[in-house]
């Protein structure tokens, strides 16, 4: 009678214990395969993210390539090596995407220029910074910041053909953000670029800026025959 009582608690115990198994190989099992399905999804979705970056290249005439990771495009438009490049900024859920735009000069211009928006500075403090430069015009000087090595060579470089050239990119490419160095005219895009029309209509107004800083004309490429509007 004892035996029979202990062999059924023993059995007991073993269907427990086999139950209790089989129940946490299920989770574990249920959570690798959940784990699976979200990683082939996010990988899937990469794919398709990288694919449309692959598939922009040629109707741009630029090449496709992966930095560090994440999509990029390069090319030239007329004399000028162009780059289009996505990067993350950020961390966690603040982590954002940015999409720079870049037409590099072919000479360095050796103003120590700096141009970029002036809505990133307190209007305030600009007054008390050292760095920015006065302009004779006070209208360019509203929208853009403004910093070089001497006063008198940038006000000189800044022709009114140039600052035209300047405004007109500021209004076609807005919200992006416009900035020109020495060596580049950049624009920063935080909204997301799908189609090669945007990036078209982006890169022409800052191949145009660069355009008034040379006298040569240059060839036509597929960006000439590309409406802008």
Same mark, same amino acid.
């Given at each position: 009678?004892?035996?029979?009582?202990?062999?059924?608690?023993?059995?007991?115990? @073993? =269907?427990?214990?086999?139950?209790?198994?089989?129940? &946490?190989? *299920?989770?574990?099992?249920?959570? %690798?395969?959940?784990?699976?399905?979200? *990683?082939?999804?996010?990988?899937?979705?990469?794919?398709?993210?990288?694919?449309?970056?692959?598939?922009? $290249?040629?109707? %741009?005439?630029?090449? &496709?390539?992966?930095?560090?990771?994440?999509?990029?495009?390069?090319?030239?438009?007329?004399?000028?090596n162009c780059?289009?490049?996505?990067?993350?900024?950020? =961390?966690?859920?603040?982590?954002?995407?940015?999409?720079? &735009?870049?037409?590099?000069?072919?000479?360095?211009?050796?103003?120590?220029?700096?141009?970029? #928006?002036?809505?990133?500075?307190? #209007? &305030?403090?600009?007054?008390?910074?050292?760095?920015?430069?006065?302009?004779?015009?006070?209208?360019?000087?509203?929208? /853009? /910041?403004?910093?070089?090595?001497?006063?008198?060579a940038v006000?000189?470089?800044?022709?009114?053909?140039?600052?035209? $050239?300047?405004?007109?990119?500021?209004?076609?490419? $807005? #919200? @992006?953000?416009?900035?020109?160095?020495?060596?580049? %005219?950049?624009?920063? $895009?935080?909204?997301?670029?799908?189609?090669?029309?945007?990036?078209?209509?982006?890169?022409?107004?800052?191949?145009?800026?660069?355009?008034?800083?040379?006298?040569?004309? #240059?060839?036509?490429? %597929?960006?000439d025959s590309?409406?802008?509007?």
């Open positions: 009678m004892v035996s029979n009582i202990i062999e059924n608690i023993e059995r007991d115990c @073993v =269907s427990e214990f086999l139950i209790n198994t089989v129940l &946490f190989l *299920f989770c574990i099992a249920t959570f %690798v395969g959940m784990f699976f399905l979200l *990683f082939q999804y996010s990988k899937k979705r990469r794919m398709a993210f990288l694919k449309s970056w692959e598939d922009l $290249a040629p109707q %741009v005439e630029f090449q &496709f390539e992966l930095r560090n990771g994440n999509p990029c495009l390069t090319g030239k438009i007329k004399q000028y780059r289009i490049w996505l990067e993350w900024v950020g =961390s966690g859920e603040h982590r954002a995407p940015i999409i720079n &735009f870049e037409v590099y000069l072919p000479e360095s211009l050796r103003l120590g220029l700096s141009i970029g #928006p002036q809505e990133k500075h307190i #209007p &305030f403090l600009k007054f008390l910074s050292r760095e920015e430069l006065e302009l004779d015009d006070e209208v360019f000087d509203q929208h /853009f /910041f403004v910093q070089g090595q001497d006063a008198v006000n000189q470089f800044l022709t009114l053909e140039r600052k035209l $050239a300047i405004y007109n990119a500021k209004h076609y490419i $807005a #919200p @992006v953000n416009l900035s020109i160095t020495d060596t580049l %005219v950049q624009a920063r $895009a935080t909204q997301s670029i799908t189609s090669a029309h945007q990036i078209i209509l982006v890169m022409k107004q800052l191949v145009a800026i660069a355009n008034t800083f040379y006298d040569e004309e #240059p060839e036509e490429t %597929v960006w590309t409406d802008n509007t």
